[in-house]
C-alpha cells in the first residue's frame, strides 16, 4: 500500500495525522484515562493481595498430599501414588506463584529454594512409581521427606520435621488398588 492510500485510508477512518493529540481537550482526556488505569492497577495488586492464599494452609495441603502419597504408596496403588505425587507438585507450584516471595526465608525467595529442594526429590518418587519398586519408593518417599525438613531448617523452622505417617491422616479414601475385573 502506497503512503497516498495509506492517508486516504486513514483519512476515511477519521484520523487525520496528528490532530488527535494536539488538541488540549484531547491531552486532558489522555490525562484522565491515565490517572484511571493507575488507579485500576493499584486495585487490582490490592485484589492479588488479598486473594492470595496463607502459607499455612498450602503447606498443610502438602501435608495431606505427603500423607496419601505413603499409604498409596504403601497399598501398592501405583496409579493412585502417582496421582498423589503429581498433585503434590501442582500444590509445591502453587506456592512458588503465590508465595514465592513469603518473608519465612528473606533475603532467600520461596521460588527459588523449594524448585532446587523439592524438584529432584519429587523426580525421585515419580521414578520409583513408574517401576513400581516398593524398596525404591520407600527411599524416595523418606527422601521426600528429608527435603521438606530441609526446606522447614533454612526457614528458620526446625521443629516441622516431616517422617512417614503412622496412620491415614484421613481415612475416607481407599488406598487398596481396585480390583480386576
Not at 493507575?38 to 492479588?48: C, D, E, H, S, T
Not at 524398596?135 to 521426600?144: H, I, Q, T, V
Amino acid at each position: 500500500m502506497s503512503l497516498r492510500s495509506l492517508g486516504l485510508a486513514a483519512a476515511a477512518a477519521g484520523v487525520v495525522g496528528c490532530a488527535f493529540a494536539a488538541t488540549p481537550a484531547r491531552r486532558g482526556d489522555a490525562t484522565a484515562l491515565a490517572a484511571e488505569i493507575a488507579a485500576l492497577k493499584a486495585q487490582v495488586a490490592a485484589l492479588q493481595a488479598q486473594a492470595r492464599p496463607e502459607l499455612g494452609q498450602q503447606m498443610l495441603e502438602l501435608q495431606i498430599r505427603h500423607d496419601r502419597l505413603w499409604w498409596a504408596g504403601e497399598a501398592g496403588n501405583w496409579n493412585l501414588a502417582y496421582f498423589m505425587v503429581g498433585e503434590l507438585g501442582e500444590a509445591l507450584r502453587g506456592i512458588e506463584q503465590s508465595n514465592g516471595d513469603a518473608a519465612e526465608l528473606q533475603p532467600q525467595k520461596l521460588s527459588e529454594v523449594m524448585p532446587s529442594l523439592m524438584n529432584p526429590a519429587v523426580a525421585r518418587v515419580q521414578d520409583a512409581l513408574a517401576r513400581q519398586d516398593e524398596a525404591a519408593f520407600a527411599r524416595a518417599y523418606d527422601e521426600l521427606s528429608a527435603a521438606c525438613t530441609a526446606c522447614h531448617e533454612l526457614a528458620g523452622n526446625p521443629m516441622l520435621v516431616i517422617q512417614r505417617p503412622r496412620t491415614p491422616m484421613l481415612d475416607n479414601l481407599r488406598y487398596a488398588p481396585p480390583a480386576k475385573k
